[in-house]
């Protein structure tokens, strides 16, 4: 099992929020597993926003020859509940190493990532 830290646009980022996403294209230069871990991070304007969400991966897709490049995949994931994402973090030992660079002040990162209960939990 694996953490994946991804970069992702605001328009993608707010529909995964809103659950209206529930699947991700890729190009598989991380090996993506079901029962992967991925930390979505919202980037906008070339830049973190600093918002994040967590997310299982269910399924992933590969090799299909009509209607995927090589390389590439899709897979579908199911968002993490606060109970989840806390105990994902705890488990992992996530700190601030993995959340490194997602916001200009990391002293102020977990202020604004959408796991509430957790941002105020974890201090840099």
């Given at each position: 099992m694996q953490i994946h830290r991804l970069k992702i646009s605001k328009?993608?980022?707010e529909e995964i929020v809103?659950?209206?996403?529930?699947?991700?294209?890729r190009l598989n230069d991380r090996n993506y597993h079901q029962d992967?871990?991925?930390c979505f991070c919202e980037y906008e304007n070339n830049d973190y926003t600093g918002f994040c969400i967590f997310a299982k991966i269910k399924y992933v897709l590969e090799q299909?020859?009509?209607g995927l490049k090589t390389g590439y995949v899709v897979f579908s994931?199911?968002?993490?509940?606060?109970?989840?994402?806390?105990?994902?973090?705890?488990?992992?030992s996530l700190d601030k190493e993995f959340f490194k660079g997602i916001h200009k002040s990391?002293?102020?990162l977990y202020e604004?990532?959408?796991?509430?209960?957790?941002?105020?939990?974890i201090r840099l």
């Open positions: 328009q993608w980022f809103a659950e209206n996403k529930t699947f991700e294209v992967d871990y991925v299909f020859k009509d994931f199911r968002v993490l509940n606060y109970k989840e994402e806390h105990l994902l973090i705890k488990e992992n990391d002293a102020l604004r990532m959408i796991f509430t209960g957790v941002a105020k939990e």
